[in-house]
């Protein structure tokens, strides 16, 4: 009877240290994987800002200041503005240009300048080929690690 006892306290206790393994390694991998993709995710944003900043014809620089000079005009529009329906269509005119000036770049970056859009005419290419490759690149690692 006292091997019994023992044997199923080994059992039991050998369950419970596999259970524990198991739970603590699927926990690890769940983190490892959102971090994974984390990662991916900021990598994609980084490659496709840099393909923003080549569609406008700027550098990354200078695109943050082309967008804090736009945000300076904001403000400065506001400011002048003395009733809050000026301020109300400051804004709506603000968020139309801001919209506008996102819709183009968008279609320029997914389209990565391969075609012309919008206006058929010769366009020099602004989104480099290894710029194009690394937003292909960026977009499969997201998909593979947000899974």
Request: net charge negative; charged share 30%; aromatic share 4%.
């Amino acid at each position: 009877m006292k091997g019994k006892l023992i044997a199923t306290a080994v059992v039991v206790t050998s369950v419970a240290a596999v259970m524990y393994g198991f739970s603590t390694w699927d926990v690890g991998k769940n983190l490892r994987q959102d971090e994974l993709c984390n990662v991916a995710l900021e990598h994609q944003k980084a490659v496709e800002i840099r393909a923003r900043a080549m569609a406008t014809g700027l550098s990354v620089e200078g695109y943050a200041e082309a967008e804090k000079a736009e945000v300076g005009k904001l403000i400065n529009a506001l400011d002048t503005a003395t009733t809050k329906e000026e301020a109300e269509a400051v804004i709506m005119e603000h968020s139309a240009n801001v919209e506008a000036k996102v819709a183009a770049t968008d279609a320029e970056v997914k389209s990565r300048g391969d075609q012309p859009f919008l206006v058929q005419q010769l366009k020099e290419q602004r989104i480099t080929i290894d710029v194009k490759q690394e937003i292909q690149r960026a977009e499969k690692a997201v998909s593979t690690a947000c899974e």
